[in-house]
């Protein structure tokens, strides 16, 4: 999915979700957590200006009404990212919460949001327990699973009749649903 695509689709999902209060209120606040400084600060910059450049293209404007984005950098700590979140929703008093890039980090933030009922909406990080086990009415996520290609790759390796393979992934949810999603379909050693 290109970052042309997403942000828009972003902008859209967060407008059609605004809840009954917040579409009478004057505006709408979204706090968009990201990580945005350190070596895997890429892929949140790259969102985080997606994100603001579709508001602006919307005319500053979501659902209707002005939107003002709270920006945060989680640093690509669970506990910042735990923080702002606390601090998006009991301070700022946003009616969303988007940004997160790694579900490590969202992991760990969003029960805030899902307590106080406030839609989270992922722009990239979707950990596999929040699509079964988990599942939340105040989640939804504009990517993919974390372990629907691997699932789509171990009925590739077993349709090709590979019997033996070696597995690496990163010590993280993403990494964990990567190779659970791989072994859910493998049929070798």
Known sequence: MTRQFL????????AGLLPLPAQAADKVKIGFISTLSGPSAALGVDI???FLLAVKMNGGRLGGL???????????KPDVGRQLAEKNIKLDKVNFLTGF????IMLASVP???ENKIIY????????????????PYFFAASWPNDA?????????????YQAVYMLAPNYQA?????????????GT
Request: aromatic share 12%; with cysteine; charged share 20%.
């Open 121 to 136: 909406v992922s722009p990239n990080a979707a950990p596999s327990p929040l699509a079964g086990k988990q599942c939340n």
């Open 112 to 114: 805030v949001a899902f």
């Open 48 to 50: 985080r200006d997606a």
């Open 66 to 76: 002005p939107a003002e984005v709270v920006v945060g950098d989680d640093q690509f």
């Open 175 to 187: 990494g964990k649903d990567s190779l659970e999603g791989f072994k859910r379909f493998y049929k």
């Open 101 to 104: 890039v790694f579900s490590n």
């Open 7 to 14: 942000a828009p689709v972003l902008v859209w999902a967060v």
């Open 149 to 161: 290609y691997h699932e789509a790759a171990g009925q590739y390796a077993t349709d090709r009749g």
